[in-house]
């Protein structure tokens, strides 16, 4: 499932960020031919913005993906939890295993999202993509945190520091995050709306269910900011070179 219903607020003024360009190519088409690339992916459910979903579905037939890959398009929410719960109610029957991948990581390699699938057949129902954090990290005091929103790039009020987490046991992650179908339905159901949940993982975690990391990679990042584009173009004109 690929949440695509998002503004993206952060990349600044223009169409919703699933349907920006990268390199000609809608990020949300380059999404959902990184995931139909893997032979394990038969369905893909996309949650297009709430007023876009025609839309999104002319541009997913004009673009060419593989045959084997039969391709749901479904309206979203207000939230990505929203969005992810409208998603899993468009999920055919007979599915065990659900990935739920942002649109907005468009260039993540089939070898993350195969090793993310193998990780749940393994038994485990909930796998992450991860990398250990670069950035030292610093917490704020939830007044400063409320003031600057996390990534805000406009500089505010001197915000202070209540502690420095180390860093070697942080990791950053991404998705496809991988899921048991059950599991993940479980844990959504369990959910309390606005609670603040960034990722689907988190509310696994909630539920007391084991969640598991496995390597993420460089080229999963998540398109966020103006330079995150310039930084997605590059990357596919190193793959054509
Ligand atoms: N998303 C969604 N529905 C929402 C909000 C987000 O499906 N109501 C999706 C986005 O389309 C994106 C993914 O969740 O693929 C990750 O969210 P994020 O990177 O935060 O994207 P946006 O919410 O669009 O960006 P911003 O927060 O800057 O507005
Ligand atoms: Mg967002």
Same mark, same amino acid.
């Given at each position: %499932?690929?949440?695509?219903? +998002?503004?993206?607020?952060?990349? $600044? ?10 390199? +000609? ?9 990184? %995931? ?33 890959? *039969? ?63 670069? @950035? ?19 500089? $505010?009020?001197?915000?202070? /520091?209540?502690?420095?987490? @180390? ?26 709306? $606005? ?12 539920? +007391?269910?084991? /969640?598991?990391? /496995? ?12 330079? *995150? ?13």
């Amino acid at each position: %499932m690929i949440p695509a219903a +998002g503004r993206g607020v952060r990349l $600044g003024p223009g169409a919703p960020k699933a349907l920006r360009a990268l390199n +000609g190519t809608p990020m949300l088409v380059h999404a959902v031919r990184a %995931m139909a690339a893997s032979r394990a992916v038969s369905v893909v459910v996309v949650v297009a913005p709430p007023d876009g979903a025609a839309e999104v579905k002319t541009l997913l037939t004009d673009h060419a993906l593989p045959e084997r890959t *039969d391709v749901l398009v479904v309206p979203g929410g207000a939230t990505r939890q929203e969005s992810v719960r409208l998603g899993l109610d468009a999920l055919p029957p007979g599915i065990d295993i659900v990935l739920v991948h942002d649109a907005a990581r468009p260039l993540v390699p089939v070898d993350t999202v195969d090793g993310v699938i193998e990780a749940v057949r393994d038994g485990a129902p909930a796998v992450v993509p991860a990398l250990p954090v670069t @950035d030292t990290v610093k917490e704020v005091a939830p007044a400063a945190a409320e003031s600057a929103p996390a990534g805000s790039a406009a500089p $505010g009020a001197p915000e202070p /520091v209540v502690a420095t987490p @180390d860093r070697s046991r942080l990791r950053a992650v991404q998705t496809p995050q991988g899921f048991d179908h059950a599991t993940l339905l479980r844990a959504h159901e369990a959910v309390v709306v $606005g609670d603040g949940a960034t990722d689907d993982a988190g509310l696994v975690e909630r539920l +007391g269910e084991p /969640v598991v990391l /496995v390597p993420g990679h460089e080229e999963a990042f998540k398109v966020t900011r103006p330079l *995150d584009l310039v930084l997605a173009e590059a990357v596919l004109a190193r793959r054509r070179a």
